[in-house]
């Protein structure tokens, strides 16, 4: 039961991150660098919750990232549907290998991903772009767009932590250990 | 990791594999499936905004907004026999077109959209604007404003659909110099300085053609196009003769980033 709320809890996080992120104007002063909220997100849960729930949650989140990202023109295919799926089940996989150390108290173990996280996510949807587009572009502005987001992440990500840990005072029977909120454990 | 977590990462990249095999048109639908369900936060959201921003500027005196309004009203009607004058000449020019025996010049519809949300990918220039194919719009019809064009559809869903700006690499427009017979093929740039309202390249001109600095671009409407001809794209910034051909650095009509009411052109096709 615990694990169903807060499985559910995670993926409305994800929606709505999706959602939020579309309101947050590039940031000007990083040269234009957007604030990506769902890797913060996947990134926490994918730290908390058991193996098969957060490769479930890969899945589902890699599909909802792809579907609002989704650029087709003229009946061309930028990046396919799935590709997301692909990166946040190994993503996930690799974060979860951290997770006794988090849970340990190593909370700055998801800054680090959180960072590590965002900029993948871009730089690999950027290669998959210049493979497309047959052609690479690579100068600063294009390391800005990619490292950028990252730092975002890492200022945003202590706040999420702080966030859940309170979150996690409302459910007296899940304990809000040092290293972070469990969920469903 | 156990027997189990092996099953589901196999059973997902499978999924995913085979998600990534669907035809363009059935992604575009899931896409569309997925823009419905979306569609209220996005709404709700940008009313927020709408608001937040409204604050500032409903702080006017009622002296500067009784002038602004006379002032609406005034080009409102001007605007209005304007119209009405184009419309008669448009009727006759299609008279004289037909008894010339030519082809009908098609009337478009112009569907007035707001933008409710702008793409959160770094790399892709979209907008969502709040009209669907409930409200006749369709995927691959041009976007503009009074003061240029904007872009155009791409995935459409019941009340709302994504616009693809022609600052975009791959939003690609036939376009002519004001004053020349030049032609090419203008193009966003693949990334974006945030500091200016975009850049675009216009490719595929003589190596002769030294457009000029402030010089208008305009579609050029080629049969069979989206775009129909004399909707003006920007200005050239400059102009350099390359190897093969000549490419000028465009910068649009209008700032993409802050565009917030557009019109939709139906019937274009």
């Known amino acids: ?185 | 990791m156990n027997r189990l977590n092996v099953i589901i990462v196999l059973v997902i990249l499978a999924v995913a594999v085979a998600i990534s095999a669907l035809g363009s048109n059935t992604m575009q639908k899931l896409q569309s499936g997925f823009l419905g369900l979306v569609s209220p936060f996005l709404k709700t959201g940008s009313a927020v905004q709408q608001q937040l921003g409204a604050v500032g500027q409903g702080l006017k005196t009622l002296d500067q907004l009784e002038e602004e309004n006379e002032k609406l009203a005034t080009e409102n009607k001007d605007l209005k026999t304007t119209n009405q004058i184009l419309r008669d000449i448009e009727a006759e020019n299609n008279k004289l077109r037909a008894a010339l025996e030519y082809k009908q010049r098609s009337v478009f519809k112009l569907i007035p959209a707001r933008v409710i949300s702008r793409d959160a990918s770094t790399w892709w220039n979209t907008v969502k604007i709040n009209r669907g194919f409930e409200d006749g719009i369709d995927s691959d019809e041009p976007v503009l404003t009074d003061v240029g064009l904007v872009g155009k559809t791409t995935t459409v869903g019941k009340n709302e659909s994504i616009v693809l700006l022609i600052t975009d690499e791959i939003c690609k427009v036939a376009a002519k110099a004001e004053g020349s017979r030049e032609q090419g093929i203008l193009s966003g740039q693949r990334i974006q300085n945030s500091g200016t309202s975009g850049e675009m390249q216009l490719n595929f001109l003589s190596k002769t053609a030294d457009l000029q600095a402030g010089q208008k671009i305009y579609t050029a409407g080629v049969s069979g196009g989206v775009f129909p001809s004399g909707i003006l794209l920007g200005t050239v910034k400059s102009f350099k003769a390359r190897a093969l051909d000549g490419q000028a650095i465009v910068e649009p009509a209008l700032d993409l980033s802050s565009v917030e009411d557009v019109f939709v052109v139906v019937g274009a096709k």
């Not at chain 1, 169903?4 to 104007?25: D, H, K, M, N, R």
């Not at chain 1, 729930?53 to 295919?77: N, R, S």
């Not at chain 1, 997301?84 to 190994?90: A, K, L």
């Open chain 1, 1 to 185: 039961m615990k694990l169903a709320i807060g499985w559910t809890s995670a993926a409305l996080a994800v929606f709505f991150a999706l959602i939020i992120q579309e309101f947050i104007p590039p940031i000007h002063a990083l040269n234009g660098a957007r604030v990506l909220l769902v890797p913060l997100v996947f990134c926490y849960a994918a730290l908390a919750m058991p193996t098969w729930a957060m490769l479930l949650f890969a899945a589902l989140t890699g599909f909802l990232t792809d579907l609002m990202f989704l650029h087709i023109v003229d009946g061309q295919v930028e990046i396919a549907l799935g590709w997301s799926m692909v990166y946040f089940v190994f993503f996930g996989l690799l974060a979860h290998g951290f997770q006794p150390a988090f849970l340990r108290g190593h909370w700055w173990l998801y800054i680090v991903l959180a960072v590590l996280g965002t900029c993948t996510f871009l730089a690999l949807q950027y290669v998959m772009i210049c493979f497309r587009r047959q052609g690479i572009v690579f100068n600063d502005l294009v390391a800005w767009r990619i490292l950028a987001p990252g730092l975002i992440a890492a200022v945003i990500a202590p706040l999420v932590h702080l966030a859940v840990n309170q979150c996690s005072n409302f459910f007296p029977d899940v304990p809000g250990a040092p290293g972070g909120y469990r969920l469903g454990q």
